[in-house]
């Protein structure tokens, strides 16, 4: 378990927190309330500086609710912050560009990060020939027809994103309609319309999905879904997880169960999948089926989410109000992973129950 130097320049934010079994993505919060009007830029204090690990860098992305909910997008699409940039005064900033007029309240959630390992040193090698299959290069599978008209609906998402929707050409309903479609929605479409030219490529359709989940149309969503699970796409399982845990946070419980399940009796059951079936029915306030749920994650096997799984165990049976079992799994949790100031104060506190 990798430990970070963290230093608050506000009290008026929540300190930042692992949630096993949800993501690994840790959410950043602004620091302070901020008006922007549409086409104005900002750089939106996050309240955080760190100390990295050596050989670690951060990824900061917004979250898959922060155009919705506010109208803004990051600037640079995705920041880095390597292990070098960890003074006390290196604070950490969200690049915003309002696309509409918007509010940001001190303590909402706007963007994640996590932590990865530096690439590995590389060296090119010059060849006269690559000795992997020759596709025919851009083209050559039926859309080269549609490409300038894709190349357009490129263009413009890159204009609405730093210009908004004055300039960027076409009639004024045309850029009404881009308006409002929103970057994710927009590059939805874009990729719906490579699908119509290419037989339906299951990766064109993937990426709507993905994007669909991202702009919170979960309806469409779902469709997109079940025609990826239908044709057996072996990217179902990644794009459930995502799927799933929106529909969650949605309070669509039943739903994101019926997909979670239909998954398990098609064997594609995993530690991770049992994990965030037991999230969701802990959100549900149905208790007992979450434990009944981690019991199958823990019998799995699967060391990569076991700390998540153990962790929501815990919970659950905090819940149920039975602080000895609690309790009892946290030290189990301490023994096999390490002491944790967040986790110590948590069996502090259920040793007074």
Partial sequence: MERIQIKYFTDKIDRLTYIGGVSDWIDLRCAEDVELSAGEFRLIPLGVAMKLPKGYEAHIVPRSSTFKNFGIIQTNHMGIIDESYCGGNDQWYFPAYALRDTKIRVNDRICQFRIMEHQPQVVFDEVDELEGQDRGGLGSTGIGAVLGKVRCLLAAVCVVSVLGTAGCGGSQKEREEIRLLGIEQFAAYTY??????????????????????????????????????????????RILLALGQALTEAGRFDEAMGLYEQAVNGGVASGELYNRMAVCELEAGETDLALQYLE????TGDQSVMGSLYLNQAAA???????????????????AYGADPEIQKEMDFLKTR
Avoid: N
């Fill in 192 to 237: 719906q319309v490579l699908m119509q030219a290419d037989e339906e490529r299951e990766e064109y359709r993937t990426r709507v999905c993905r994007l669909y989940i991202a702009a919170g149309q979960l309806d469409e969503a779902v469709e997109e879904y079940k025609k990826l699970y239908e044709a057996g796409s072996e990217e179902t399982a």
């Fill in 296 to 299: 199958q994650g823990v019998k």
């Fill in 317 to 335: 049976y905090e819940k149920k109000l039975d602080f000895a079992r609690a309790l009892t799994i946290l030290e189990q949790y301490t023994a």
